[in-house]
């Protein structure tokens, strides 16, 4: 059989196929027709824009850069080629438009922050702060590499010269490029807002810096996020828990939230929360006992015969991402009376607590008398105020039902 010459369509045959290798030895300018081409499938147009990488044809720049202006376009495509074209001054004013915020193909916005970083305009710092303040890593990551771009090029003071102090992106702004620059910010652990002094904190690398600081922090916050950077630099707990409680023990208070639940909870959410989280709550996860962790399967068994001496007919337990045939969580599901029309209870790995979605008088009554604590509606629904923890794209604070019967696909 003769061997057949490569193209474009054999190297990218379908999604998800492409031979990197061929396309960056293959025509640049066959290239480029074939990324402005709308009748070629995305993927294909994509990774010919990729292999154009450092070797763009000056004689397509034009019909490059009217498919990056073409909002009808793929948003995939368009997004690659302004990555590939981020050095050409001429798009700046295209990318400076008001449009440009509303530009609906996913990611967009985005992509033209990042072009607008990389031509050093320094007008983009605002919007910048704000992308490298968010909790999603992506965004966060593009903000960042824009503002270092821009600090880069003009310096540090330009860059924050540009940027409103009231704001607390800014102010994190302001941490990260005096902390890139070699600048002590130990003193923005007393920033008013949780976010900007988490950043901080995790940029601390000296802890004889940070324990001096925490001689002097002019708040409680200040010292209880110093004792956090010092913990997570030092591992020192009894360190950790002598600043404690010489502050008397700080904790924020939620009505409601009883001891037992308290530390379940904190337990369970209050070392790895969000990032908004007040500080309180990480203190005390670090300071204070856990309870101790149930024995799953005895727990599961008891609530089955509970159930079953009810005359209830309880199926066996599953764990709630078997339940919901993905992800993971902290509770069972029993489900109880017959297939049909059958209902479910609850049962939290957090500790000794059942529940259930409505009423259960019987169910709960079975329970109870086993030695489980029903949550009920009332109890369920407090929420438990300044810990941050993710939930379906939220970082919100959750209520109690919520955290001990908890979900994630």
């Not at 890139?180 to 652990?189: N, S």
């Not at 001496?309 to 309880?314: E, V």
């Not at 078997?322 to 069972?332: E, K």
Request: charged letters at 25%; proline letters at 6%.
């Amino acid at each position: 059989m003769p061997h057949r010459t490569p193209n474009i369509e054999t190297l990218t045959p379908e999604a998800g196929r492409t031979d990197a290798v061929g396309l960056r030895a293959y025509d640049p300018d066959l290239l480029a027709r074939c990324a402005v081409e709308r009748t070629q499938p995305w993927w294909r147009r994509t990774a010919c824009v990729d292999a154009l990488a450092g070797r763009v044809p000056s004689a397509r720049v034009g019909e490059l850069l009217a498919c990056v202006r073409d909002t009808d376009d793929s948003g995939t495509v368009r997004k690659a080629l302004l990555g590939l074209l981020a050095d050409r001054a001429e798009l700046l004013p295209w990318l400076r438009h008001e449009d440009r915020r509303h530009e609906a193909a996913y990611g967009m916005p985005e992509a033209v922050l990042q072009a607008r970083g990389a031509l050093g305009d320094l007008t983009a710092a605002p919007e910048l702060a704000t992308l490298a303040f968010s909790h999603w890593p992506t965004r966060r990551a593009v903000g960042e590499a824009g503002l270092d771009t821009l600090a880069d090029r003009h310096g540090v003071r330009a860059v924050l010269s540009g940027l409103d102090a009231a704001r607390p992106e800014d102010r994190a702004v302001a941490v990260r490029v005096r902390h890139r620059a070699g600048e002590d910010v130990t003193d923005a652990l007393a920033d008013p807002d949780t976010q900007v002094a988490h950043l901080t904190q995790s940029l601390l690398t000296c802890p004889v810096r940070v324990a001096a600081y925490l001689a002097e922090a002019p708040t409680v916050d200040a010292k209880l996020w110093a004792a956090y950077a010092l913990h997570r630099l030092t591992g020192d707990v009894a360190q950790t828990r002598t600043v404690y409680e010489e502050l008397g023990c700080p904790r924020v208070e939620v009505e409601g939230l009883d001891e037992e639940l308290r530390r379940a909870i904190v337990h369970e959410y209050g070392r790895d929360c969000e990032k908004q989280s007040d500080p309180r709550w990480r203190i005390e996860a670090l300071c204070t006992e856990p309870p101790e962790p149930p024995d799953e399967e005895r727990q599961l068994a008891l609530a089955g015969a509970a159930l079953t001496s009810a005359g209830l007919a309880p199926r066996p337990a599953v764990s709630c991402g078997d339940a919901h045939h993905q992800g993971g969580g902290t509770y069972h599901v029993i489900g109880y009376g017959g297939l049909a029309g059958g209902r479910e209870v609850l049962i939290s790995t957090l500790g000794r607590f059942a529940g259930g979605h409505g009423d259960h008088p019987e169910a709960r009554a079975a329970l109870e008398a086993a030695g489980f604590r029903w949550i009920d509606g009332a109890t369920g629904s407090i929420r438990v105020t300044g810990l941050g923890v993710y939930y379906f794209g939220a970082r919100e604070p959750l209520d109690i039902a919520t955290l001990l019967f908890y979900w994630q696909d």
